[in-house]
């Protein structure tokens, strides 16, 4: 049986919610020809069918909360219940209410402002940007600006990111109307020295990096890298998605990078939500300062106040300030752990990972890129062996798969990231069940899962014949 | 506190297996230079300690429960159940669903959500959310410049100004071109679009709130050659015709208006909707129905070949993660109200701001600028200025008169009115607007 949809629940007539005593005459306000001919087809349920159809839902659904998710590159770290109480207490300010009357409001964003400068070693910052893409292409618009000041946009045409990159990186770089030129990784699995300085040059904008790469490996040459790019006039960005590993030992500021985004949603604990809402704060390099989007928060001489007098500013990128209530989680995640707690969780992060990578050598899967791995690290399952089937075979065990066919460089790529939150035992069982999966039969993983809410789904017909509502017929 | 469950035993060993020393150690291949840098930071705080500070600072900020101030963000009801069910831990710490097989909760909600938004605009297909309304119209408009394979905007003046900033920000970033149509007497007048324009956008109800009649736009567009992209407040859907029905090929907006809390400004959720012919060009995830390997109906994100993470820099955006839970939250606040629910506080937050509109204009020296008729929001012209009026009824417990940027005309303040207001509320806010501006 499938689960119905809520639209299969509806009944004609049936009320949930009424919010309205009395009942009004759209035409004593508004002329007929502004109105509504047909009511929108929305589901009519009660509050009890309403609560039990998402709560159904909500059981065909796992979360940090229920199982362990190891995905690559997204940080899926415990998110404290203190957070969402947290952001309660500011649920009901208004973006445009006087701002005499948001001075908490905008205090918190200023001292938040200041512990994400301090932790990334950078000079002023956007807290803006709704997510790390976003923040990406603030941060990339900034560099555009900037190099547009000085005369140099119309030469400076080309981003650089290396091969182990984000998706996101070349598709904000596109977004941004630059051109994008891929730098091979070396056999180490970092940065190709040789072929960034072949492609280094006055047509250059901006070299995106991530640091640790998407192998989880540090890039130890990053002052070279950083040098050679100041030399070329290059910026240098870099990419936050992995600074769970060095939050507080090291930061993107001290190793030359000119900008940096920050995922609040992945280092920071503000829930993934199942795609979001995230928030991607953008730290820069005084020299970039000029270029942030409008408004930035600064403290005055009589309170906090948002400054929309930036000349140079790139503009808007989001309307109003950006994702708040996540700031808010990420201050109080902050505030708890202070440097000392942010120092320890990244190492347990790493920690976690190194550890688990032993194990999982110990089962027989392979490290391509054998390196001192950071807070997550890229195997590959022995030879035979399809990285979709052991991933849809760790669903039948119970486990959330790590990221899978990530980083490109690497043939069926299973890039693992524990986070810090996970005990020793939950890593052995992982690493006992990606074990076990290796000794099971070949028609049993190509048919897993099985328990699941749903088997494997066909994707082939979702894309050739795309369903995408109810009451889409075709 | 730091939430790992590490004993030192277990650290011990752990770095005993894998040849560390200590947890310095498993830093010592990084350059010395940037190791171990100076980083002021507060000291930690127990729970409670947290707890009582962000209590001081929300203390500092004086609630705008009730606000009368509109501009893309109003003071809506949020009922308690969509907090409850939104509030559940495997939605709330889930990520994008890539394993379908454990991710039909969101798949499904998403799904339904993309119904419901459809139907709201009258169009075919949603996608799964964008960040807020802002960034929605600005990956709207890229859109049409996509299908178009044009590079020239034309956006109407009342569209919200915040809203035409990112637009600008989106567009000067692709090298295409924003013109703008000024409004005349508060509407969008119908002109002929210039050559080569691949977008033309407009809103309804427009930033002061009035009502425009944008079928005869929407149809210059087409005979131009453009896509018309329509901004509409998703509460007014219930009671508007949809932008699908006047000729809209995009419609986009924000789903705060949904019952989300303000959170002084976000998170909220932007919603993008077209037709099914455009949907290979649009921004953003998508879910489609399918089935499993044993027949079973399931869901799984679709046509991700537009997608960055597929398709790098060739993506149609690059969006990655959007804003799925708020647009849970959205879809659940349109489930508990139903079509009826809907419309009636949709109708009541019109008749409300009717009243307040008659009450003001009561006020010698107050006049009113937004044409008739208007929905819920709506735009007067005060004898002082617009801050400064702000402030004087933010001490007497009002928030009201969002100050109207200056391209529209001196002295202008918005005002807006919800399900949450009584008469009684707006003879109190009249009367506090007596003394300001006495």
């Known amino acids: 049986m499938s689960y119905p949809l809520i639209f299969e629940r509806s009944r004609p007539g049936r009320r949930g919610l009424k919010l309205v005593e009395v009942v009004l005459e759209a035409s004593r306000y508004i002329p007929e020809k502004f109105l509504r001919k047909n009511p929108p087809r929305l589901p009519e349920v009660d509050e009890l069918t309403l609560v039990r159809h998402y709560t159904g839902l909500s059981r065909r659904q796992v979360g940090v909360d229920t199982t362990f998710y190891p995905l690559g590159s997204c940080t899926m770290k415990y998110n404290p219940k203190l957070h969402e109480e947290a952001a309660r207490l500011f649920a009901d300010l208004h973006p445009y209410q006087d701002p005499r009357t948001v001075q908490g409001a905008l205090e918190l964003m200023w001292q938040l402002s200041e512990y994400l400068k301090a932790l990334t070693g950078m000079d002023a910052i956007t807290l803006e940007p709704a997510a790390g893409a976003h923040g990406e292409l603030t941060g990339i618009l900034i560099i555009r600006a900037y190099h547009q000041d000085r005369g140099e946009g119309k030469v400076r045409r080309v981003v650089l990111v290396p091969d182990s990159a984000h998706g996101s990186n070349p598709a904000t770089a596109s977004m941004a109307g630059y051109q994008v030129r891929e730098v091979p990784s070396g056999p180490d699995g970092e940065v190709d020295l040789e072929a960034l300085k072949r492609e280094l040059g006055s047509h250059v904008a901006a070299i995106m990096l991530t640091n640790p790469n998407t192998l989880g490996l540090f890039e130890r040459r990053i002052l070279e890298i950083s040098r050679l790019s100041k030399e070329a006039g290059v910026q240098l960005y870099y990419d936050g998605a992995n600074l769970n590993a060095i939050m507080g030992w090291a930061r993107p500021g001290d190793m030359g990078f000119d900008v940096v985004h920050l995922n609040l949603h992945k280092t920071f604990t503000v829930p993934h939500g199942g795609g979001g809402p995230g928030s991607g704060p953008v730290g820069v390099k005084a020299h970039l300062a000029p270029y942030l989007p409008v408004p930035t928060v600064e403290k005055g001489e009589e309170g906090f106040y948002l400054n929309f007098d930036l000349p140079k500013s790139i503009g808007r990128v989001r309307s109003f300030y950006g994702n708040f209530l996540a700031l808010v989680r990420a201050w109080a995640y902050i505030r708890t752990l202070g440097l000392k707690g942010l120092k320890k969780a990244a190492a347990l992060s790493v920690l976690n990972a190194r550890y688990l990578k032993e194990l999982l050598k110990e089962k027989g899967y392979r490290i391509p890129y054998d390196g001192p791995c950071m807070h997550e690290f890229v195997a590959q399952p022995p030879q035979g062996f399809r990285t979709l089937d052991l991933a849809k075979g760790l669903l039948e065990m119970g486990f959330h798969p790590p990221t899978v066919y990530f980083p490109l460089i690497v043939k069926e790529a299973m890039m693992v990231e524990p986070t810090e939150t996970e005990a020793k035992e939950t890593l052995e069982a992982f690493a006992e069940a990606l074990g076990e999966l290796l000794q099971k039969p070949k028609e049993w993983l190509e048919g897993a899962p099985y328990t699941t809410p749903v088997r494997r789904l066909d994707e082939v017909r979702a894309n050739k014949y795309p369903k995408l509502t109810f009451f889409d017929r075709e | ?438």
Request: charged share 20%; no cysteine.
């Open chain 2, 1 to 438: 506190m730091d939430y790992t469950p590490h004993t030192e035993e277990e650290i011990q060993a752990m770095l005993e297996r894998v040849g560390a020393g200590s947890l310095e150690d498993l830093y010592r291949h990084l350059p010395k230079e940037v190791l171990n840098p100076e980083i002021a930071l507060p000291e930690p705080l127990p729970e409670w300690a947290v707890l009582e500070e962000l209590k001081r600072l929300a203390g500092k900020n004086q609630p705008a429960f009730k606000a009368f101030l509109g501009g893309g963000v109003r003071s809506h009801h949020t009922p308690p159940v969509v907090q409850a069910l939104a509030s559940r831990g495997e939605f709330l710490t889930a990520y994008t669903p890539y394993q379908p097989e454990v991710s039909q909760g969101v798949l499904q909600a998403t799904f339904e959500y993309q119904t419901m938004v459809a139907e709201l605009a009258g169009l075919e297909v949603a996608n799964a959310s964008m960040y807020d309304g802002a960034t929605a119209l600005a990956e709207g408009v890229l859109l049409a410049l996509r299908e178009t394979g044009r590079m020239r905007v034309l956006v109407s003046q009342g569209v919200h100004p915040e809203y035409r900033e990112v637009l600008r920000s989106y567009l000067e970033a692709v090298g295409a071109e924003l013109l703008t149509l000024p409004l005349e007497r508060g509407r969008t007048p119908i002109r002929e679009i210039p050559e080569g324009t691949g977008a033309v956008v407009a809103q309804n109800p427009n930033y002061l709130g009035a009502l425009e009649d944008l079928a005869p736009l929407a149809e210059a567009a087409h005979r131009a050659g453009a896509l018309f992209v329509a901004v509409a407040d998703p509460l007014s859907l219930g009671v508007l015709e949809p932008p699908g029905a006047y000729g809209a090929d995009i419609a986009v907006g924000d789903g705060q208006v949904l019952g989300l809390p303000m959170g002084f400004g976000g998170p909220h959720f932007g919603y993008l909707a077209t037709r099914k012919a455009f949907v290979r060009q649009m921004p953003g995830r998508l879910v489609s129905e399918t089935v499993d390997a044993e027949g079973k109906r399931g869901y799984i994100l679709t046509l991700q070949a537009r997608e960055q993470y597929i398709r790098r820099a060739k993506a149609k955006s690059n969006i990655t993660t959007n804003a799925q839970l708020t647009a849970l939250m959205g879809a659940m606040y349109l489930a508990a109200l139903g079509p009826l629910g809907l419309k009636e506080v949709a109708l009541k937050s019109v008749a409300m701001a009717h009243r307040l509109w008659e009450l003001l204009l009561e006020i010698p020296g107050v006049e009113p600028f937004t044409p008739k008729p208007f929905f819920n929001e709506f735009v007067l012209r005060l004898p002082k200025e617009p801050e400064a009026v702000r402030e004087a009824l933010a001490a007497r417990g009002f928030h009201a008169a969002t100050p109207v940027p200056k391209e529209y005309g001196e002295n202008l303040a918005l005002f807006a009115a919800t399900e949450l207001h009584r008469e009684e509320d707006l003879l109190a806010l009249q009367a506090a607007m007596r003394e300001v501006l006495a």
